[in-house]
């Protein structure tokens, strides 16, 4: 690697007007169709991709899909779609609590019912893989259905199913109270 200093002097004056440009040419305006969230990659190709690192590839998707959600507004996301990259993030990463997170808390809080049950009953069904761990995630979606949902049934499910397995010594006894 050489260095800076036998760099050809019109180098960084190249590099300085190629930003200039870039900042001062408008962005194209979104074409229909673009931006929409494709399926997430296969296994094997995720595999391939991570290199044997498999927890850093899986948030590197997690950037990736709030890069989609950052060109179109949530309620044009396919909530099935968003639902299989969360997943597939949780099959990289099992210990992650960040797709769980995004879940519950960023993409349940869009203003459709029905999205928002979507990413809700994605909390609870990866809520038995981990329970001791992924209580405070099934504990917010209580919250929501409860009290945004309006949904008392779901709510009942939510906090019998911490109830019945958030039952580790990190759990707090409020959770089992739930």
Known sequence: MRPVSQLPPWLPL???GAVALQLALPAPPPTAGQGALADPPSRAALRLASAGDQAAL???MLLYLQAQDGSLSFSELDYNRVRAWLARMLELDPQAQAPLLAASHVYAAVGDQ???RVMLEFVHERFADDPARRWPWLAHAALVARHRL???ALARKYARALREHATGP???AWVREL
């Open 14 to 16: 190249l590099l300085a």
């Open 150 to 152: 309006h949904d008392e």
């Open 58 to 60: 899986s948030k590197l």
């Open 114 to 116: 029905a999205r928002t």
């Open 170 to 172: 990190g759990v707090p």
